[in-house]
């Protein structure tokens, strides 16, 4: 069975060259784009890593790939990582691996970034994966209460497999917000972020260079933004 994961992130890191500071993605797909480099690192290509979670920063670190914090560049060449849907206007949501915060960080400090997916994460309208809002742990249950009031749906606090909150590397709380498909997403995350405790929303807008999509039938597209661009003014 083709894992398509492992070559959409494979192809990603064809465009890493040496000398590069590589931002560091979170989750099952990302996972595949840091052991990669690590590989390149250990034949010998020159590049340095910044980790959106621990967890990536820990496997990076095993990898062998030399690390910083995002403070201590002035700005990241390329970041790669995941999402849980991408429309067709390459807006996407992420944050299913409750790294969505320093995700976003990172992403925006990178010149490029590009994200890999599997097929099934290609979608018309995003929103049928459950949008993550991360928040403040105090009065979370009043955030919330605002969350559904403006959404119209329930707000799902997101819990460890032992029943307590998931709290995330900037020691935050996690709710997941089943709202259907999302129509405008920009004015969506405007008045989310305006709620007090909200940190930050898993809404990803223009922030993806590209796209790399790995198929089941072993072949992988790159669909960029500049491609899109053309494709509008034509």
């Known amino acids: 069975m083709i894992n398509m994961k492992k070559i959409a992130a494979e192809k990603a890191c064809e465009y890493v060259e040496n000398g590069m500071i590589v931002g560091l993605g979170t989750g099952s797909t990302a996972y595949y784009a840091t052991c990669r480099l690590g590989e390149l690192v250990q034949q010998g ?3 340095t890593g910044v980790a959106t979670s621990k967890d990536t920063e ?10 910083k914090s995002l403070d201590e560049v002035k700005q990241i060449d390329l970041t790669i990582d995941g999402a849980d849907e991408v429309d067709d206007g390459l807006n996407g949501i992420k944050g299913g691996g409750g790294a969505l915060l320093r995700e976003k960080l990172v992403a925006s400090f990178s010149r490029q970034t590009s994200w890999i997916i599997d097929e099934s994460k290609l ?3 995003i929103g049928q994966f459950p ?3 991360e928040v403040v742990p105090f ?3 009043q955030t919330a209460t605002m969350l559904e009031k403006l959404t119209g749906e ?3 606090l997101r819990l460890r497999g032992d029943g307590e909150p998931f709290v995330t590397d900037n020691q935050h709380f996690i709710y997941d917000l089943s709202i259907g498909r999302i129509q405008e997403p920009k004015r969506l995350h405007a008045a989310l972020v305006e709620l007090p405790g909200v940190v930050e929303t898993g809404l990803f ?6 796209v790399i999509v790995g198929r089941a039938d072993g072949t992988v597209d790159v669909i960029s933004r500049q491609d899109l661009s053309y494709n509008r003014r034509k």
């Open 45 to 47: 290509m020159g590049l």
């Open 58 to 67: 820990k496997l990076a670190m095993e990898m062998g790939i030399p690390m």
């Open 123 to 125: 979608v018309a309208e």
């Open 131 to 133: 949008l993550p809002v």
């Open 139 to 141: 009065g979370h249950l």
């Open 154 to 156: 329930p707000a799902d």
């Open 205 to 210: 807008i223009d922030m993806a260079d590209r």
